[in-house]
């Protein structure tokens, strides 16, 4: 005797068993195919190439971002995305003059500084400032001062990153609020400008720019970073030599806003056209950098996984975009502009993936998600641990796949090695060369190949 329902369950189990487990056969396969060919072909590494060095300084709306907008999406079509498109967005227009820094000491006689205006400053005029420096770490002791002692000086804010802080990224967060508010603290007791020190665990004489952000209602000041060298040398001067003065010259300048692209290819989806999955970095970088870390080289990432798919037949359910993302670094209206629109259209984003934390050797990638979804998304390590991608846990996203979020978008960050990338980062030392291209590769195939898991499987 038997029981036909019971003998039913069984036989129904050990088919869905056999199919999970020839479906995690095949996924294997997929994956090794797609690690395959991105470790044997070097078309997104001399893409990276031709954007380093055709065109660097990608500022918003400057000639070499518009460049890069053509030459992206030309490579979009080359990769052999179903349609390429280019987004209008909204950009500010600033460009960088000559500047110059000098320390005039009775002790020490002179010295010429490096530096950089940060992204969004006002300039001096031609002759300059020239005026006594107050250094201070922290705004508490900015305020502690208040004006009787900093009126009409220029302020240097000196706080290094944290060394001892084993999280990169956290280091740089507790030293950047100086670049991006100290202009308006210290205009509030009267300073004339600010130096800043760069934003960096490196000690080297590259000076790290950024984006500064003015408070409204506060007199505007011109802000400049300094390198972390010249920085340890301004510091020591001071203690010798209280009453040093510094000449500073800056010919920055807004202009009006103008316009420029995101740049858009997509792989129409098979079964769920409706539904979407981005895939993105930023095109713009900074005037003084040929932005391969930050970000041609997550540009170029998205790119590949269109190639890729193109190149192994990779049909997947949903539709597939990669985006290049215009004005990351100064106002993020790129990222906005693409929401707002996707949000005008009722489109439906079931994820987006961000590449903006360099593109040296991949450790996994961070999920904006908890509980259940959460541990479903992290079992998907166990297709990475070939290629010794181990790190899925939770986390954030990206500024410019944000706006996604109120949409539904699942926030997926990419994860690389860390510990170098402010040593780049903002600077004349993000170049090509600084690039290893298996490095490079094996994040683009671990971006591949997580989309196309996620599109496989349900999350």
Known sequence: MYNKGLLS???????IAITISLDGQEADKVIKS???EALNNQTAYRQLEYLCKNTKGRLPGSPAAAEAVEY?????INAGADSVWLQKVPVPHWERGLESCRAISSVFGTEDLSIAALGLSVGTD??????????VHDFEELNRLGKKNIEGKIVFFNRPADNSTINSFAAYGGAVNQRTQGASEASKVGAIAVIVRSATQALDDFPHTGVLRYEENVNKIPAVAISTVDAELLSKWLRSDPGLKIHLTSLCRNYPDTWSYNVIGEIRGSEKPGEYITVGGHLDAWDIAEGAHDDGGGCVQAIEMIRIFRKLGIAPKRSVRAVMFMNEEMSGTGGKEYAREAAVKGEVHYAALESDRGVLSPRGFAFDADGERLNKLKSISEYFEPYNIRDFDKGGGGSDISPLKELGALQIGYIPETQKYFYYHHSANDTFEQVNFRELQMGSAAIAA??????LKDF
């Open 450 to 455: 997580l989309i196309y898991i996620l599109d």
């Open 72 to 76: 992206t999406r030309q490579a979009l």
């Open 126 to 135: 031609e002759n300059g400032i020239i005026s006594k420096i107050i250094e």
């Open 34 to 36: 797609v690690f395959d």
């Open 9 to 15: 369950y069984f036989i129904t189990a050990c088919f």
